[in-house]
């Protein structure tokens, strides 16, 4: 049986999230294979950081986690 990898038990917001949809099905692993063949970056981390920076989950200033938008 194959192992899941392990993921931030506490995401900092969205750029995580999806990082560990991509390793939890194995894009991640196709994006870094084809990353070494093209020998160019595929910039997952900068990708990750942006999106983190754009929907946090907890404020950095007080630690406080906060409610994600609700879809009405």
Known sequence: MKSVPRVAA????LGDVVEAVAIATGIKAGVEALAKA???????????????????FRRE?????????RAE
Not at 10 to 13: C, E, L, M
Not at 38 to 56: F, M
């Open 10 to 13: 506490k995401p900092r917001g």
């Open 38 to 56: 093209t020998g160019r970056e595929c910039g997952c981390a900068r990708r990750r950081d942006k999106l983190n920076q754009l929907v946090p």
């Open 61 to 69: 200033d007080d630690g406080v986690q906060s409610d994600p938008p």
